[in-house]
């Protein structure tokens, strides 16, 4: 499958024709992080040439990340939006050959374009009038003057959401019009030998069985689920420890389990098996930079929590379109539990360090029709008492 990104993209000019520059951001759309960056200083030209020139920049950024990615441009410029779109034909020559050039960084429909209003487009805006003021001072934009900017501005600035989380609906259940929401019922698997320990333990590691406690603990929640009554479905991480969690509880309720591959723990690499604290000592520096970033990966070519919430959301997409108006008994890991959790709630990547998910752990997010999505259980564990 290929990877989706969206690009926004800016361009001013000081004057028009004036003082000159653009800017563009590509962005996961599953997670709102900010994947790349580019911004210049031009010299005169006018709004639209350097809007156009932000488009290039920001397509060019896109593929240099993935050259088979499906992209959707965003810009408050309904001028370029048009004219590459195809509706509006291009009359200035100054326009041409900068369309053209756009046209060529991707195939044909591969890209698609939609406009958003001024105030949706804050981060390309902010990047081109970066890049005119450094220019006015004689210097080049640069990635890290934008990081130092961004940090100043706190951390919802450094990986803003794409947008506004909608208001969940009141109370527990959707409105009429909405329809039965789709339901994942988010179930940790059970202990392994490494669980109490508290080692790392994720797809790259030795794929350890459930131990016997961690047995007990999955015949206890099926139990439990089977005296509610309501999994429609069982689908389950390809790991050892969650298919056997998922078919002791499908058993129970004598439904098949289906694997979903994009449900695995993320890779920890060279810390598969330590303790955090071997971790550190170890490590050092390649820890901090992790629990600094969720774009960080783990030593020895691990999976950043970044890379990991793009193929849950895919996941996730694909089980609402299997499943809808169902509920889905989701047999899962810590960090693909809470990275849907924290999708659901519109949270920074950064809540992902502050939620605790027990072993044999149930959690329950609705999705509605509409998009909203609701929390509705969290590292609940009074199955297993």
Request: hydrophobic residues 40%; aromatic residues 6%.
């Amino acid at each position: 499958m290929s990877n989706r990104f969206v690009v926004e993209a800016d361009g001013g000019s000081r004057g028009n024709p004036g003082p000159a520059g653009y800017g563009a951001v590509v962005l996961d759309p599953a997670t709102g992080e900010t994947l790349a960056e580019a911004a210049e200083y031009i010299g005169t030209a006018t709004n639209n040439v350097a809007e156009y020139r932000g488009l290039i920049a920001g397509l060019e950024a896109a593929r240099a990340i993935d050259p088979d990615a499906e992209i959707q441009v965003r810009m408050d410029s309904k001028l370029v939006v048009e004219q590459m779109s195809g509706r509006w034909k291009i009359k200035h020559p100054d326009m041409k050959p900068l369309a053209a050039q756009a046209k060529q960084v991707f195939p044909a429909g591969r890209v698609a374009y939609k406009w958003i209003p001024r105030e949706k487009n804050k981060h390309a805006d902010r990047l081109a009038n970066e890049a005119m003021d450094l220019g006015k001072q004689g210097k080049r934009w640069e990635p890290s003057r934008s990081a130092a900017a961004l940090a100043d501005a706190g951390p919802a600035a450094v990986e803003e959401p794409l947008a506004e989380p909608k208001a969940a609906p009141v109370g527990w259940a959707a409105p009429a019009d909405l329809g039965t929401p789709t339901t994942f019922v988010l179930l940790r698997h059970g202990e392994t030998a490494l669980t109490p320990q508290k080692r790392f333990s994720g797809s790259g590691g030795s794929d350890p069985e459930l131990s016997p406690a961690g047995r007990r603990q999955a015949d206890a929640v099926a139990a439990a689920l089977a005296a509610r009554g309501t999994i429609q479905a069982v689908v389950s991480s390809p790991l050892r420890r969650c298919r056997e969690t998922a078919e002791a509880v499908a058993a129970r309720l004598g439904l098949d389990v289906r694997v979903e591959e994009g449900l695995r723990e993320a890779d920890f690499g060279a810390w598969e098996g330590l303790t955090f604290a071997e971790a550190r000592e170890r490590y050092p520096e390649d820890l901090d930079a992790w629990l600094g970033s969720t774009k960080a990966a783990p030593t020895g070519g691990g999976e950043s929590f970044a890379a990991v919430a793009r193929r849950v959301a895919v996941s996730r997409d694909k089980l609402l379109a299997r499943y809808a108006g169902r509920t889905v008994l989701v047999v899962t890991h810590v960090t693909p539990i809470k990275t849907l959790v924290r999708l659901a709630l519109g949270a920074p990547p950064e809540a992902l360090f502050r939620m605790e998910l027990s072993a044999a752990s149930l959690s329950a997010v609705a999705y509605y029709a509409d998009g909203n999505a609701s929390l509705r259980l969290l590292n609940d564990t009074s199955s297993l008492r």
